[in-house]
């Protein structure tokens, strides 16, 4: 798929300033969407949009189709007349720095729960129709992750490995069972959702309208405490005790000498192919009805993945596997037509991914900060990229600009200098300045990297347990000085719509 050369920022939703001790989807980030416009940048990537669980990853979902209930807006639900000013009068004092999530998630399932009983008071009946119709429209997913979550719920937030054999096995009799007893608990679940894909449709379309479109984040795994491992075990490696067989990770690498262990059930890839890879097509379906465009996280594992035994403590003795990427893609291709995806192809990357992603003519990342080690063949420099990929001064996952710039050795400073003519001493907008002037159709940095930022402010250690995905950016960021810097950029390198000139010079002829 053909893109237009643009610009854009990664910030997760629940980064952005607010009240609420979380970003969400309100007022505020209709705002953000607003300033991206103003700004000339086009593009607005955000990590998976899913109902987080362990360690507060969005990568690590209790559902692959939900949206996250923490983002809900307060103050839409004000508007709405789902809550009233004195439904929060009990908020916290929440750090205006860094989201604390052990304090943001039941006051906010708290609010949530109280505008579910206004709800169910409410004479809007127009409401109560939109409500229907979301259930019915959704019910393929919503029906099994609504269940799955008022029986974690019930079961104290357990995984459902450790529910009774007939829940976690799903018998119909147990399940109709836990249908009548928690059928309150369900009906709110799926309310909450609801609430979250209203909000998110009216932000999507804010942002449309503007001309600003949204990257969104598939990771290529699945959490195994997720509706998708318990309502489909037949799609992955488990025991008959439900706990996974074989798990997903990467070698050792640069983040980490021992790999990495997600943890994440492998795909039973010959009962996805016998399927005709129906749950991938309807992953996809239902991700492109919440973004414009989609990056899948770890693509290369669509070639080849790292297969480690369920029982490992490290991902050191795994082996790849190879993957039906090219039926499956395919696939896709034929039953839903040319989609807007990104290949997020870092890391150990072979032959047969490179085969995989052109072949489909896919955009690949470049991350100019893992650039300045090998010297100027290196592919991640901006004068090796091509006009089909995305550049990026960084990721989620890797230090912000101006914190790797503090964090390398003095030989890769010195190469960072003299590949920008620079001295360093703003090393986060040298960074980007260099990615906005490459040929690659697309640039992306962090916002950290616009604010300049250390790596006080980093979004995610990778191999860190806990810690990650907490920062907050202030609210006083957006402002002119940022704006005007924004747009000049973007004018400059042609990253924004531009008129073209009637004379073109050396040609002797009007355009």
Request: proline fraction near 7%.
């Amino acid at each position: 798929m053909n893109y237009d050369r643009g610009s854009g920022i990664i910030l997760h939703p629940t980064s952005l300033p607010g009240l609420y001790g979380i970003g969400d989807i309100g007022p505020q980030a209709h705002q953000w969407v607003n300033f991206l416009a103003q700004s000339g940048c086009t593009l607005w990537q955000v990590l998976p949009l899913g109902p987080t669980g362990y360690g507060d990853s969005p990568y690590q979902c209790f559902s692959a189709f939900a949206g996250n209930p923490y983002l809900v807006s307060p103050e839409a639900l004000l508007e709405d007349d789902l809550l009233q000013a004195d439904d929060l009068g009990d908020m916290p004092e929440f750090p205006e720095d860094q989201v604390d999530f052990g304090a943001v998630i039941p006051w906010k399932l708290g609010l949530l729960d109280r505008a579910y009983t206004r709800f169910q008071q409410s004479a809007d009946q127009e409401l109560h129709q939109e409500f229907d119709a979301f259930q019915s429209a959704q019910a393929d997913w919503l029906d099994d992750f609504a269940i799955f979550m008022a029986l974690k719920e019930a079961h104290g937030g357990g995984s459902w490995v450790n529910w009774s054999p007939t829940l976690r096995k799903r018998n119909p009799q147990a399940l109709e069972k836990a249908r009548r007893q928690y059928a309150e608990a369900i009906r709110r679940q799926k309310f909450r959702q609801f609430l979250f894909f209203r909000q998110w449709n009216s932000l999507r379309r804010h942002a449309n309208e503007l001309g600003v479109r949204i990257i969104g984040d598939i990771p290529i795994f699945v959490a195994h405490d997720s509706a998708d491992v318990w309502a489909h075990p037949e799609l992955f490696y488990l025991f008959d005790n439900g706990n996974p067989m074989l798990v997903a990770g990467v070698p050792p690498d640069y983040y980490s000498e021992t790999g990495q262990l997600w943890g994440n059930p492998l795909y039973r890839w010959d009962v996805h192919t016998a399927s005709g890879y129906a749950w991938w097509l309807d992953r996809i379906r239902g991700v492109l009805s919440q973004v414009d465009i989609v990056r899948i996280d770890h693509f290369r594992g669509f070639a080849g993945y790292w297969e480690v035994k369920g029982r490992a403590k490290t991902a050191k003795n795994g082996h790849w596997v190879p993957a039906p990427g090219m039926d499956l893609f395919n696939t896709i291709q034929s039953t839903l037509g040319e989609l807007p995806i990104i290949a997020e192809d870092l890391g150990v990357i072979t032959p047969d991914v490179v085969e995989l992603r052109d072949h489909f003519g896919l955009p690949g990342m470049k991350v100019i900060q893992f650039g300045f080690t090998f010297g100027p063949l290196d592919p991640f420099l901006p004068h090796n990229h091509v006009k089909n990929c995305v550049a990026y001064t960084g990721t989620h996952d890797s230090d912000t600009a101006r914190g790797w710039y503090d964090r390398v050795s003095e030989q890769e400073k010195d190469f960072f200098r003299r590949y920008l003519a620079r001295d360093g001493h703003d090393a986060a907008w040298d960074m980007i300045r260099a990615v906005w002037m490459s040929v690659a159709d697309i640039a992306i940095a962090p916002m950290q990297d616009f604010l300049g930022l250390g790596n006080e402010a980093r979004m995610n250690y990778p191999g860190n347990p806990s810690g990650n995905w907490n920062w907050r950016m202030p609210a006083m960021a957006l402002n002119t000085t940022l704006l005007n810097r924004l747009k000049e950029i973007n004018y400059l390198y042609a990253r924004m719509r531009l008129e073209p000139p009637k004379y073109m010079p050396g040609s002797g002829t009007i355009a």
